[in-house]
């Protein structure tokens, strides 16, 4: 079966700023190879297909060498590319990949014992996040979605016969299996008409310093594209190893090479957040699915050994199953699009997924090629332009990142006071000495703000800052609330009336399953934070 004709027509429609080369196009950009198949290479090649149908696109996957086989939890972002950009039918994946809400992170980390909740709502500051310190001493409860997460609900409501969702209020990610997300992609790729070649790539040909001319398989094929996009993981075969691109790594800022994992029994509780866990030499994710919570301690291999890692891990969160051991390094290559190469997923930058960032920056990129690929090589190309942007996104996450592992006094451990005195966090420096003198920094005046969105462009916004700041109790001078206690108390008493009526988020997966038209419902109200006016903006549509 192929995917209506209709639904890949509307798709392309939104590329109407594109040229399309005709036959008489000189060096046309028609053929494209996307060498690897995890979820890089999957979601790289649906998009091609989903926005540019003219393109032939071909994906080459090695049956010898495995994907990477984690990356589970996402940001909200990915909601919308799944479902706006690639067209993803929300029933259809609810059936195949059976994912779970994510609204928000938990994280086991900073001073307070609670730890604090980030959710995905911070921005819109909807309780107050003044008044939830002023009350409590800590951040939580700041939002409606952070009182959810404490709470272990979701926003949807059993009302007479029919559901009610608040959820398109409450903005929220998918926890996806990567087993099942894969499959589910592949296959989609075929019903989308991508061609898929199983082979090996042992020789990248090069025609000059910047320019492939063919590939040759292991088992002497010749493969020849017009442009290759490089999404073959750490690896980074043509990027990194053929054309011999510098790489920047971050290790000045983040410590952790490896991660163990497994899966623990949640018997039904599933929780709406991702949780990450302060350990003595880095940090553990809980990633929920619907049958089990998925585990992952990332640690620096130089603080601790591997058994020394599998047994911490055991000890923490008994009936964990067998440990897989994963290797990885944090940084990217100076350049993602060199020539006819852009490297796209592991295969360009990574680091550790304490925000989730990956398969958004895999996201990020692909909009960036899909939007920028030219019709043809000759004429003029941007490729200078997308290495900075890229580049900047990349190390805005690093200095995020950073900060986490600055300013964490949860645990004394060897490794945590080595990060407290040198993770380097330079790049965030302006953002916290203006800290240091007042905040929130998001309530600070207009022109304060602007100013630090033009010294220090930060990804997640100056609210994501204050979060994990004011989360880990980062000394500062608080600015005094502009409102009465009592309006903010008002809020709060909303939010809680609001949570105490809400299902378990197990429930309310169940709701969604049983009722289609929730997901409609998100994905094209007016009012939604997932829905078309928002795609619209973020250049999805
Ligand atoms: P891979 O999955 O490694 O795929 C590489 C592909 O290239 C394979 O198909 C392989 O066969 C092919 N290949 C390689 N060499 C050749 C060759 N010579 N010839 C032909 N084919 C070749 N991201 C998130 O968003 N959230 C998370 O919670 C998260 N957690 C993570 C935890 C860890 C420990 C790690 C390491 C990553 C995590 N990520 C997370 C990131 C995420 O897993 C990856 O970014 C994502 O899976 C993309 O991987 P990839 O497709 O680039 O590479």
Not at 224 to 242: E, I, P
Not at 362 to 369: D, K, N, R, S, V
Not at 481 to 497: K, S, Y
Request: charged share 20%; proline share 6%.
């Amino acid at each position: 079966a192929t995917e209506p004709l209709a639904l890949l027509e509307t798709l392309a429609a939104s590329a109407g700023d594109v040229v399309r080369p005709d036959d008489s196009t000189p060096r046309a950009v028609r053929r494209v190879g996307v060498i690897g198949g995890g979820t890089a290479g999957y979601l790289t090649a649906l998009a091609l297909k989903a926005k540019r149908p003219w393109l032939d696109v071909t994906l080459v996957e090695s049956p010898q060498i495995p994907i990477i086989g984690v990356g589970e939890a996402t940001v909200t972002y990915m909601t919308l590319f799944l479902h706006h950009y690639l067209g993803i039918d929300a029933e259809e994946l609810y059936r195949r990949v059976r994912p779970t809400w994510k609204v928000g992170i938990r994280f086991d980390w900073g001073p307070h014992p609670d730890g604090f909740m980030g959710p995905f709502d911070w921005s819109s500051d909807n309780v107050g996040i003044q008044g939830a310190i002023a009350a409590t001493g800590t951040i939580n409860g700041a939002t409606l979605g952070s009182a959810l997460m404490m709470a272990d609900k979701a926003a949807v409501y059993r009302t007479g016969d029919s559901p009610t969702s608040l959820m398109k209020y409450v903005p929220f990610a998918y926890h996806l299996d990567n087993g099942l997300l894969v499959s589910y992609l592949t296959e989609l790729a075929r019903r989308r008409g991508v061609h898929h070649i199983d082979a090996t790539i042992a020789d990248v040909v090069l025609d000059g310093p910047e320019w492939v001319d063919h590939l040759r398989t292991s088992d002497g094929r010749d493969l020849g594209f017009d442009l290759y996009v490089d999404c073959t993981g750490f690896r980074s075969q043509l990027l990194g190893k053929a054309l011999k691109t510098p790489y920047l790594p971050y290790s000045g800022t983040l410590f952790t090479d490896s991660a163990v994992t497994g899966n623990v029994d949640h018997h039904g509780d599933i929780k709406p957040y991702t949780q990450a866990t302060t350990m003595n030499a880095g940090w553990c994710w809980r990633i929920p699915t619907r049958d089990s919570d998925h585990r992952g301690y990332v640690y620096s291999s130089a603080a601790i050994s591997d058994e020394e890692a599998a047994e911490e891990l055991a000890a923490r969160f008994p009936g964990i199953s067998e440990p897989r051991v994963v290797r990885f390094r944090s940084g990217r290559h100076e350049k993602a699009w060199r020539g006819n190469v852009m490297g796209i997923g592991n295969s360009y930058g990574f680091v550790e997924p304490l925000e989730s960032t990956g398969l958004m920056m895999i996201g990020i990129e692909i909009q960036t090629l899909v939007s920028c690929l030219p019709a043809s090589w000759d004429g003029p190309q941007v490729r200078d332009t997308v290495n900075t942007a890229l580049g900047q996104q990349w190390d805005a996450i690093r200095w995020l990142l950073g900060l986490h592992y600055r300013f964490n006094t949860r645990l004394d451990t060897k490794f945590w006071q080595e990060c407290r005195n040198s993770a380097d966090v330079s790049g965030f420096q302006p953002l916290l000495d203006v800290y240091a003198g007042g905040a929130p920094l998001s309530r600070r005046n207009a022109f304060v703000r602007d100013m630090l969105d033009r010294v220090t462009p930060t990804f997640f916004g100056l609210y994501g800052i204050d979060y994990l700041l004011l989360g880990q109790q980062v000394p500062t001078r608080m600015l005094p609330m502009d409102e009465p206690p009592a309006a903010w108390q008002a809020r709060r008493r909303a939010a809680d009336a609001l949570v105490r009526a809400a299902l378990p988020t197990g429930e309310a997966l169940a709701v969604y399953d049983a009722h289609p038209e929730l997901h409609r419902q998100l994905l094209q109200d007016e009012d939604s934070w997932a829905g078309t006016r928002i795609a619209e903006r973020l250049g999805m549509l």
